[in-house]
């Protein structure tokens, strides 16, 4: 879906025919709280945003768009993006200035987390390096290191940069030949990576790959994430960015964490980096009033995930029990026996595999340590897993 974000009845009759090609679905809002209502929505690839918008917000809808897991698009549309439609005519009154204000408002977020980055004290002086080189960068770190907020952020300091493209399994020959940066993602299982990264470069973009382990490209600058286990003096710093980023985008005071949860933060080994505190500090902000958060006062399912002793009590459960009653109410209300089908069976395995990944999540992989928190035998868990298709790597 493309949403179209105007009051004005001309830019609607100038801007519109510019965007009926029939390969988008149209929204159109006239103000602020309408395209907020709608941005949240699943299925939104692209947002068209008129400058002059009522109540328009540009740091808040960066901020926002950039925590949806659904990622639309917010940028000028004639530059062509991997998996995303291109329109070949530009509206002309569409305000570049707008684009630059958004882009500016994510490179300032990154750069505020960079300071405590897996980079270290240099890593402002790495970044800097790395963006004005030309040849391919290798970017190392563990899952939730952040690696691709930093080739965003390098990408985005090299002048005339142009598009950053996101490739999951290969170059892609349906993006144009022009300047650009093609992020191979995940760079250690592309198959013939040199092969992908030399037809990347042929086209005229410039590469940077991300890797869990060790590849090999020649002539690549290579920057390392250390993992945040290692390096447990950015926990608290990242914590207060986290606190402060959190309470801009839900529109909330500021609060802190007592000196207990700070402790406990720091004692924890964050096995998913980065992003596993992001979400945290998130989860925390929106389930525990008041300006001051205490240890004491988390939730024992928050509790748990910083310290896995901590009994589960019956009242977690209960709530768990309303979620899932609340989601499977859609599913039984529309649901239609037939041959070779069994709600039943479909519901538990959905639910089995679910929590089975998340334990090997929490885990990393680890079958041993699951089995344990899960209290089956290995070889039950081993079953199961290979019953449901579930694979024991830690995922992404």
């Known amino acids: 879906m ?8 001309t830019c609607r009759e100038r801007w519109l025919p510019s965007f009926a090609t029939g390969r988008w679905a149209l929204a159109t809002v006239a103000d602020w709280p309408s395209l907020l209502s709608r941005l949240v929505q699943p299925g939104v690839g692209m947002v068209v945003v008129d400058p002059e918008l009522p ?3 540009p740091g808040l809808l960066i901020d926002l768009a950039a925590s949806l897991p659904h990622r639309p698009l917010l940028r000028a549309v004639d530059q062509p993006v991997v998996g995303i439609p291109v329109i070949p005519s530009r509206p002309a009154a569409l305000d570049a200035l707008l684009v630059r204000r958004l882009a500016r408002g994510a490179r300032d977020e990154l750069h505020g987390r960079l300071r405590h980055s897996g980079l270290g004290a240099e890593a402002e002086r790495l970044v800097s390096v790395a963006a004005a080189a030309s040849g391919p960068l290798i970017i190392l770190g563990a899952r939730g290191t952040g690696k691709e907020q930093h080739a965003r952020l390098i990408h985005d300091l090299a002048r005339g940069a142009g598009p950053f493209v996101i490739v999951d399994s290969g170059w ?3 993006v144009e030949p022009k300047s650009g940066t093609a992020y191979f993602e995940s760079a250690h299982l592309v198959p013939d990576l040199s092969e992908r990264v030399r037809e990347a470069e042929r086209a005229g973009w410039r590469v940077i790959a991300a890797a869990r382990t060790s590849i090999e490209l020649p002539g690549a600058l290579v920057l ?4 945040l286990r290692e390096r447990p003096d950015s926990i608290v710093p990242l914590t207060h960015h986290f606190l402060d980023l959190h309470a801009r985008r839900l529109g909330i005071p500021r609060r802190r964490f007592d000196r207990r949860l700070l402790a406990l933060l720091q004692a924890w080994s964050w096995p998913i980096n980065e992003r596993e505190l992001d979400r945290f ?8 009033d008041g300006p001051l958060v205490r240890a004491s006062s988390l939730p024992p399912a928050l509790r748990a995930r910083l310290d896995p002793e901590a009994p589960v009590r019956g009242a977690d459960l209960e709530g768990f029990e309303e979620t899932v009653a609340a989601r499977l109410a859609l599913v ?3 649901w239609q026996p037939g041959p070779g089908t069994a709600l039943n069976a479909l519901v538990v395995d959905a639910t089995e595999r679910a929590l089975y990944r998340l334990v090997l999540g929490r885990t990393q992989g680890n079958r041993k340590a699951a089995a344990k928190i899960l209290g089956v035998a290995r070889n039950t868990l081993h079953a199961r897993l290979e019953r449901l298709g579930v694979s024991a790597a830690s995922p992404e």
């Open 172 to 174: 892609a020959q349906r």
């Open 55 to 57: 109540g328009l917000r």
């Open 224 to 227: 390392k994430l250390t993992p």
């Open 281 to 288: 500090v998130h989860d925390v902000l929106t389930e525990v």
């Open 332 to 334: 039984v209300s529309s």
């Open 2 to 9: 493309l949403i179209f974000a105007t009051d004005r009845e």
